[in-house]
Nanobody, 117 residues
């Protein structure tokens, strides 16, 4: 059974930082491309960041320079360090895993991030 479990969400003031973590089980993590997406109320789901099995990264335009994605293949985890958070970063953040050749995609249950004073 595949599971992606996110943690680390919460309430933070503008300009603050949060670190999200996702722990994967049931997959051969080292060969998966991992990512983070987010969805705010009334908005479409959007890409936040991805990290390939080889360690290459890509970011959504709105988070470039503020967020950093990393992975730990030994512990099957992918993290998202979020700095200089803005109210528009408020959303449910989802962890994703894509199998080789993108034949399968798995999603976590999501974790809420709220940026507000």
């Amino acid at each position: 059974q595949v599971q992606l479990v996110e943690s680390g969400g919460g309430l933070v003031q503008p300009g603050g930082s949060l670190k999200l973590s996702c722990t994967a089980s049931g997959i051969r993590f080292v060969v998966y491309d991992m990512g983070w997406y987010r969805q705010a109320p009334g908005n479409q789901r959007e890409l936040v960041a991805i990290i390939t099995s080889g360690g290459s990264t890509n970011y959504g335009d709105s988070v470039k320079g503020r967020f950093a994605i990393s992975r730990d293949n030994a512990n099957n985890t992918v993290d998202l360090q979020m700095n200089n958070l803005k109210p528009e970063d408020t959303a449910v953040y989802y962890c994703t895993g894509d199998s080789p050749l993108a034949t399968r995609q798995y999603w976590g249950q999501g974790t809420q991030v709220t940026v507000s004073s």
